[in-house]
């Protein structure tokens, strides 16, 4: 490793980033874990530092930490959110390794916190790291929900920048980007769908959740895959000090959690089960029209850590979830996820952090349609392993590289039909698609002084498509504008290509820079500027804007690019009255290449040529994101306002070719002029605490009829420009009150307040008494919701 070192330190002083030393000094390295005396967990984050040393090191996703002193006797300073602040003395003759343990705080009010705490880097004037946001549990679990159950994702769509798609969903939007753009992470293991109960809710169990953090710019050069940004989600390791459990009862479902210390203490298990009940009531009725339905979900986290000696661990973690819904004997629905990880960390030496990760992903639906005579079941499925390895290697204080590489296979399935009984349907097989997405990575960062600090990395990303398969050749490619019937044609099929098992297809490769650069106006200020660029190799196929459970994944192909995204942003960060205050402003403009929309009246269900039904072009979004928060006193809480627009254009595929709303830039179907969300804590007394939000936002975009005619006697309607119009604005009010005491909490919510019936669509329709006459639908999911639950721990 002193190879590494000198091409590091040589390095830096090419680039001018460092000073040569006046004279040489020892350096002793203090590293190791920060952990909860309480549970043994670690814990992410914190921050330690040394009494007259100006550097401070901060633990990482795994609770490790380095920092460099001085031989002699120091005082070392832990802190960390949640937990009292620990004062050490330690003597340094030699580099050591070893914990450091803090104790649980009570939680109070003036402690509940959320993205852009001290020491974390939303709004930490002191790190160059910038637009992230990072939700600490405990304020998830006060901030209002519907229907009482805690939701990660939820709760994100309250911080600047981040947008819910519908009341139905728990698909969500980044800065204008899609909901397939987001990669959302569970252990390191993706979730490919993160939604129960068509979307009500998430697929993160809140006992389970330990720590969530979300990248929407700048992001490390460690992550890629996605355009928009990273939903990195840690599981809870479980108690290594004693057994315990908790359990939670509700109107929609009830949850159950144990952990404890395994067996000689050498590590810590956690597991965690919730499920819905609604068909255990549905089976009471004497209905049979009501007593044959089905409609639940269930799913368990697992999580096992074994340590290995002072410096090393071995972690694994699982997750299996599952919804059902069945109407009597016409139709049923299956989906749901699973997702396995197994690492292994280790320190070697004081200098080198190490991991060695391998997970496998998998989301898999299945629909039957029964009784039309034509019965059939309709099953689809994606897949992956990922195998990475991840190393960071600490220069000196403030001063740090990673480096690594990942491999990853995808298996996807996109659709089979089978007939079920004697029904005549005849059996279908869509090509599975295969591929395979090598990556390296690299990145500095480094302090160059009290004032100024740089994050610098780049991503080597690549995937190849890979057979078996056919590819399809078509005459003038796969479509062509018929002007005389003002649509878009599929062009006949020329020839095909086969290719055969692990035969490459088509393959794409490209560099991927990463940048952050923080200047600091004061000690408690900054400006920061970030830079990044990413590439997608997988397409989400779906012409709705929330996602489904039938929404299927498209990797690219000979007619299919990679999407492309270069992200800028540059910021503010201010702190002040002893850090009672916060404050971040945000600006960002992002360029978008090779994005798809699909043409009018897309037939997109199990569509082998999906290349005949889509159009690709550019995007761009820009906007400014604004958050203020008060983190100390009575009342605490934070206000977070987006102003921003999310714009596609598609010309088209020859110059004559209109495109899409004639080849001008259009709203994407997730443009938000306008987001507003105020959260507000205040205790009531010793045991009670109220929690409100207000939402309000602009509508989103909609296609709405412009004109209409008479054919055959039938009502003909004319759709205008695309995403032209809006729905109405949207608002709601929300409010929690929770009891909490030593070992139980009761939690009483109202979801929309005053019950506004906010548009999720607008659909158009013949007015049933008049066939020549049109009427508006609108469709609300939410009026006022109540939800009680109460929760207890043994």
Known sequence: MCSLGSFLRGSAVLLGIASTPVAAQPVIRLSGYVRSSASGEVIRYARISADGQPSVAESNQDGFFVLALPPGSHQIRIRAVGFAPKVEQVTLTASVIRDFLLDPRPLQLEEITVAGRRDTSDVDPASAEMSTARLEMTTVRLVPVVLGEVDPIRALTLLPGVTTISDYSTGFSVRGGTTDQNLILLDESTIYNPAHVFGFFSVFNGDAIDDVKLYKGAIPARYGGRLSSVLDVRQREGNAKRFEGGATIGLLASRMSLEGPLPDRIGSYLVAARRTYADLFLKLSSDPDLNQNVAYFYDVNAKTNVRLGASGAVMVSGYFGRDRFKVAERFAASWGNQAGTLRWNQAFGSRLFSKLTATVSDYDYGLEFLGIGRDLSWTARIGGYDLKLDQTYHVANGNRIEFGGALTRHNIRPGSIRPVGDSPVRPLDLQPRYGLAPALHASHEIELGPAVSLRYGVRYAGFRRLGAGTIYRYAGGPLRYDASLGRYQKNPVADSTEYRPGETIVSRFGLEPRLSLRVGLAKTASLKAGYSRTRQFLHLVSNTNSPTPVDIWEPIGRYLEPQLSDQLALGFAKTWDDERYEFSAEA????????????????????????????????????????????????????????????????????????????????????????????????????????????????????????????????????????????????????????????????FGLFNLYNRFNAQSIAFQQVENNPLALEAVQTSIFGIVPSVSFSFAF
């Open 588 to 747: 960002y403009y992002k360029r978008l290449a090779n994005v798809t929309d699909f043409i009018d009246g897309a037939d997109i269900a199990l569509n082998d040529r999906l290349e005949t039904e889509m159009l690709q072009g550019t995007g761009r979004s820009y906007g400014l994101e604004l958050y203020a928060r008060k983190r100390a006193g009575r009342l605490t809480g934070w206000v977070s306002y987006t102003l921003g627009r999310a714009e596609r254009r598609l010309r088209g595929i020859a110059p004559d070719d209109p495109g899409i709303n004639g080849g001008r830039y259009y709203p994407s179907p997730y443009d938000k002029t306008h987001d507003l969300s105020v959260v507000g804590f205040h205790p009531l007394s010793r045991t009670w605490t109220v929690a409100g939000t207000f939402v309000a936002a602009s509508g989103l975009p909609a296609t709405f009829p412009e004109s209409r005619y008479r054919y055959n006697g039938l009502l003909v309607v004319e759709y205008g420009p695309r995403n032209a119009a809006r729905l109405p604005t949207y608002h709601r009010l929300d409010l929690t009150f929770t009891r909490t005491t030593n070992r139980s909490q009761w939690q």
